[in-house]
């Protein structure tokens, strides 16, 4: 298309934003353009809590439809569950949440201001007001929210909101088995809110109070548990990789014996170098027999596996790849940040994975003419079944182009007034600018070869 404003040859890169900027750039392209916003804002905020707007609820789903597609869908030992997340006292007595699920409080005597102990950078020093031992002795604060089911406020009838979406799956081990007839190696994946009263919530969706979680427990024979500990951390580091993270911003770190827990004989975590510092996306866990065996214990069932080829019965050993699909979002948004001089502008880019761009088209029609409707409709209709368009009509083209970087959409179509004529409109291309015209018969079957989903 001669009179598109911008073509290759015209960009060069310009380094990316420094760390400090990167954060601030970022959260303002999520309010600006509909990815995230502060929660109540119009009534001066929830402190930590996020709302995902028309573009980001589209970005998140489709983090958590990339984690299923390959969790669940792309393969036949895996099985879905969708558990309830208000769930009984019993659960976390016996999952050891009521007792451990605890981090250590402190107050400073001076400005009353409340830190997480173990996060204070130097333990005789208030970070708010700079008194010298000022501090509290540590008491340890229940990170589970507590709520009541039922109209009377009592005992009996306290509830939880899950911290963690793990325990729907371990209760439901008998259930899932009977029901799938999956035998072990088999894992249970479920995707949903946890909910934890975070002391110290922060650096946008990194830590919020609310978040959803990506988890799978996969049962094993005890032998064998081992091999898919390491089988999946790798399985799991690769998958960040395949969906555009550079590798160079992500490390896998083993556990430090004093890090683990007293029933994992080891963990890992995924980590995303953030701006402030290497940060865990996921933690990949060898949990033994501990929570089958909990459960067991605590409820009276029996939660094992008879193996009818060798005549046995056993508690299977359970590894837990367990990630955050908010945290997992953030970390994409900041890797696809980009920005380069175009003509002497900046155009700032989101260069997600086609895979997870919130729209994998645009349809632009050049100018907002009756006639040309009619076709850019058609066009629409075309690729709405198979892809999640967007279409817009005002604005100069040139700025439509760079709110669709801003938004991460890999390709823009434009429908001109040749269209009328040729039957054909212009692709131009997110990362490269780069511009094809294509039949419209051809263009959905086109795309999706390109997009390559
Ligand atoms: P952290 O050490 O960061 O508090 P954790 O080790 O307690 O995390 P897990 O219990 O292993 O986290 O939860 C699995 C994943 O859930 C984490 O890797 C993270 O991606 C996500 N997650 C946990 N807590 C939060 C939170 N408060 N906000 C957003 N995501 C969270």
Redesign the pocket.
């Known amino acids: 298309m001669s009179d598109a404003p911008d073509a290759a040859d015209a960009s060069r890169p310009i380094e990316v934003p420094n760390d400090d900027t990167l954060m601030e750039k970022v959260v303002g392209l999520a309010k600006r353009r509909g990815f995230v916003f502060p929660s109540a804002e119009i009534y001066g905020g929830f402190r930590s809590t996020y709302d995902y707007g028309p573009i980001g609820v589209l970005l998140l789903r489709n983090v958590k439809d990339a984690w299923w597609r390959a969790m669940v869908q792309l393969r036949d030992d895996v099985v879905g569950l969708d558990a309830a997340i208000l769930s009984p006292p019993a659960v976390w007595e016996a999952s050891g949440h009521l007792r451990n699920f605890t981090d250590p409080l402190v107050d400073c005597r001076q400005c009353k201001e409340r830190f997480r102990q173990d996060n204070l950078p130097d333990p005789t020093t208030c970070p708010n007001c700079g008194a010298k031992d000022s501090f509290t002795e540590a008491r340890q604060f229940n990170l589970m929210f507590k709520t009541h089911a039922g109209p009377i406020e009592s005992d009996a009838a306290v509830a939880y909101l899950r911290p963690?979406t793990a325990q729907g799956m371990f209760i439901n081990f008998s259930n899932v088995l009977n029901a799938s007839r999956k035998k072990p190696p088999f894992g249970i994946a479920q995707v949903g809110k946890s909910f934890?009263n975070?002391i110290t919530?922060g650096n946008f969706v990194?830590?919020?109070?609310e978040?959803e979680?990506m988890e799978m427990e996969y049962f094993v024979p005890p032998e064998e548990a081992l091999r898919w500990y390491e089988y999946w951390c790798r399985a799991r580091h690769d998958w960040y990789v395949e969906l555009g993270i550079p590798e160079a911003k992500l490390r896998l770190r083993a556990h430090d014996p004093d890090e683990l827990s007293h029933y994992s004989s080891g963990t890992s975590d995924v980590e995303f170098l953030f701006p402030w510092g290497w940060g865990?996306?996921?933690?990949i866990a060898n949990r033994g027999d501990y929570d089958l065996t909990q459960h067991a214990t605590h409820s009276g069932e029996k939660l094992d596996y008879f193996d009818q080829a060798t005549n046995t019965r056993y508690t299977p050993h359970v590894i837990e790849p367990?990630?955050?699909a908010?945290?997992a979002m953030m970390a994409f948004l900041l890797a696809a940040y980009d920005e380069e001089l175009v003509r002497g502008e900046v155009r700032t880019v989101l260069r997600l994975h086609p895979r997870l761009a919130p729209y994998k088209v645009a349809v632009l029609p050049l100018s907002k003419k009756d006639t040309l409707t009619p076709v850019a409709r058609d066009v629409l209709a075309r690729l709405q079944p198979h892809v999640m368009c967007d279409y817009d009509e005002t604005q100069a083209i040139g700025r439509r182009y760079r709110r669709q970087d801003e938004l991460g959409t890999p390709y823009c179509v434009t429908i001109d007034f040749d269209s009328l004529e040729d039957r054909a409109v212009t692709i131009r291309e997110r990362d490269t600018m780069a511009q094809e015209r294509v039949p419209i018969e051809e263009l959905a079957e086109h795309l999706r070869a390109k997009l390559g989903l």
């Open positions: 963690e934890r975070e919530p990194f830590r919020t109070r978040f979680q865990e996306l996921e933690g367990a990630a955050g908010t945290r």
